[in-house]
């Protein structure tokens, strides 16, 4: 129903109703999407009445989560109830030094990840502790990396490397202010237990990628709280693994109610966890929608398709008519 465009000057995009769409005409009929790439201004824009609707998750806007913060009543989950996630990073397996699994051993266990994360996205943000994440079925808590300096350095003595002198340049490249945090801290970290310093790219709008990284960022998210599309697909490793895809496929033939189906699972994640693969950062975050009270007819979806939103109703832009 609506056609779009981006001004380079604002920065913003536009979307506006056609007079030839097929279906019942949109109630709205200009749509304004600002780029705010800053957070706080993000939160003071909605504070004010500037912004209908802003993605609120607690990484990114934590002061929505506080219970006793006016806007939390405002937040609205995506799917329902539950829609957990995961943000990670692959360690790169097909080339050095990632191929060797203690290395990744060593920065898996040399980062302190349990108090990295909360510190840099707030407190009610969550470690990313395993692959299967809070909200999700079968979730058990603390199944992540511990943080242990002594075994970290010692799994990289035991490397073909021997230690830190020998290891290959490690790249990784990162746009998104709040993970370029996160990796500022452990570079650090690494630097510090391991002896080994990251070169940690920040990556501009537009600027073109390298071919070849040592690391990979990367986010899951799934629509149904179940274990089995996370591990099944988006947790693979960047290399084969026909171990995995053994124990993957007579899992996936499994009923959701059938005995042992949680236990084969733990199974599954239990072993990519024990090759390290992944590097879990943040995990089991609601994806949440601040929607301010006069967004009259906002149904949440799974995904970032607002499908209603042409027939959204917009009332009067006072907070204190809807109290």
């Not at 970290?152 to 490690?170: F, M, R, T, V």
């Not at 709008?205 to 070849?212: I, K, L, M, S, Y």
């Not at 009259?296 to 959204?312: E, K, L």
């Amino acid at each position: 129903p609506y056609r779009g465009s981006f001004d380079d000057a604002t920065v913003e995009h536009t979307y506006t109703a056609t007079a030839n769409w097929w279906g019942a005409a949109p109630f709205i009929k200009v749509i304004h999407r600002p780029t705010v790439p800053d957070l706080q201004t993000g939160y003071i824009m909605y504070e004010n009445g500037e912004l209908d609707i802003l993605f609120g998750d607690s990484a990114r806007q934590p002061a929505f989560w506080d219970a006793d913060n006016p806007y939390h009543g405002d937040l609205k989950t995506r799917g329902g109830k539950d829609s957990p996630s995961l943000w990670y990073a692959r360690f790169v397996t097909d080339h050095p030094p990632f191929d060797d699994i203690n290395v990744r051993k060593a920065f898996a266990h040399a980062g302190d990840m349990k108090s990295i994360i909360p510190a840099i996205l707030g407190p009610k943000a969550a470690w990313g502790a395993g692959l299967i994440t809070s909200g999700n079925r079968c979730w058990q808590p603390d199944t992540g990396y511990t943080y242990d300096p002594e075994l970290a350095k010692q799994a990289l003595a035991d490397s073909k490397y021997g230690g830190p002198e020998g290891l290959p340049s490690i790249t990784i490249e990162l746009a998104r202010p709040s993970i370029i945090r996160i990796f500022e801290v452990l570079q650090e970290q690494w630097e510090d237990n391991l002896g080994v310093k990251i070169n940690l790219v920040r990556l501009e709008p537009g600027q073109q990628r390298q071919a070849v990284t040592e690391f990979r960022r990367s986010s899951a998210a799934h629509r149904i709280p179940d274990p089995s599309i996370l591990l099944s697909s988006m947790m693979r490793p960047t290399g084969p693994d026909p171990k995995l895809d053994a124990m993957i496929a007579p899992a996936m033939g499994m009923a959701m109610d059938a005995p042992g189906y949680c236990e084969t699972w733990w199974e599954i994640e239990s072993h990519i966890l024990d090759q390290y693969y992944h590097l879990p950062l943040q995990g089991g975050d609601f994806a949440s929608w601040a929607v301010q009270p006069w967004v009259h007819g906002y149904v949440a979806t799974w995904g970032d398709g607002f499908g209603t939103m042409p027939w959204w109703v917009i009332g009067t832009r006072d907070r204190s008519l809807y109290e």
